[in-house]
């Protein structure tokens, strides 16, 4: 992870210059303005604490993305996170790339997330590309009701590492957990791929909000401990906190 892209302050907070500068907490970008756009690290080391679009005071601030095949439910997960809601009916498909913030007690620390909804769809692929580098976590996503979205869960890994920085946080989710007699692939597939990569799993709902909070919460407490663990203090341990936490919430928590 990098440090280097600093800021610090009151609204200088280094939001793509395709932001929008007032009104909620979110952008989005069309395809060929996401492509001019630089996006910029989401990290922030303030001496003090700095506030948000929203007014809320954080300490510190990271980049979380969401990847995966058109439909999966990327957007929907953020909707549900952000304001605890589930977008039903028609299925509007994100174009280019938007974003939400959001600000997490971790500890005793606030920790700001900016959240980057990429479309899925192939033809925002490039898109894309042009964001990884500066995310300090993915979500990745496959539809349990769609095969041929987890299928392509290899190919997504294939892309987190050549564009992705080498030591980002990657999770796989398998969300629509709700759609019980829609399902295609099974959990313990997930679990397996998971294994091989190396990378933590849960499957979630954003309809119901299984395991909504804790994905993101997992997150950002493993890069509040990257950043700033003590020199005594243990390595936190993400996988570990993730099995310990479905266990204690028998494996089902919104
Ligand atoms: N049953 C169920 N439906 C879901 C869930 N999440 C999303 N959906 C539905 O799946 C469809 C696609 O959801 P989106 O969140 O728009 O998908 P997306 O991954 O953002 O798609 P793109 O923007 O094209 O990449 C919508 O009709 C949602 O209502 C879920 O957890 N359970
Ligand atoms: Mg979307």
């Known amino acids: 992870m990098s440090r280097k892209k600093a800021v610090k302050g009151k609204g200088s907070s280094k939001s793509p210059k395709a932001s929008p500068s007032s009104g909620r907490e979110g952008g989005r970008t069309g395809k060929g303005l996401a492509a001019a756009a630089s996006p910029s690290s989401g990290l922030v080391y303030p001496s003090r604490p700095s506030l948000s679009n929203s007014g809320e005071f954080y300490d510190i601030a990271f980049k979380v993305m969401l990847v995966g095949d058109s439909g999966v439910g990327k957007t929907c997960l953020l909707v549900r996170f952000k304001d605890g809601a589930f977008l039903a009916g028609s299925f509007i498909s994100t174009v280019g790339i938007d974003f939400r913030n959001k600000v997490m007690s971790i500890d ?120 700033m663990k003590e020199p005594d203090e243990p390595k936190f341990q993400l996988k570990e906190y993730v099995d310990k936490e479905m266990r204690t919430a028998g494996c089902c928590r919104s």
């Open 108 to 227: 005793t620390v606030k920790v700001k997330l900016q959240i980057w909804d990429t479309a899925g769809q192939e033809r925002f692929r490039s898109v894309t590309h042009a964001y990884y580098r500066d995310a300090n976590a993915l979500l990745l996503l496959y539809d349990v009701t769609n095969k041929a979205s987890f299928d392509n869960i290899r190919a997504w890994l294939t892309e987190i590492h050549e564009y992705a920085q080498q030591d980002v946080v990657v999770m796989l989710l398998g969300n629509k957990a709700d759609s019980t007699h829609d399902r295609a692939v099974k959990r313990e597939e997930g679990e397996k791929l998971a294994k091989e990569f190396g990378v933590p799993f849960m499957e979630t709902s954003a309809k119901s909000g299984l395991n909504v909070e804790l994905a993101f919460t997992a997150v950002a407490k493993e890069l509040k401990h990257r950043t």
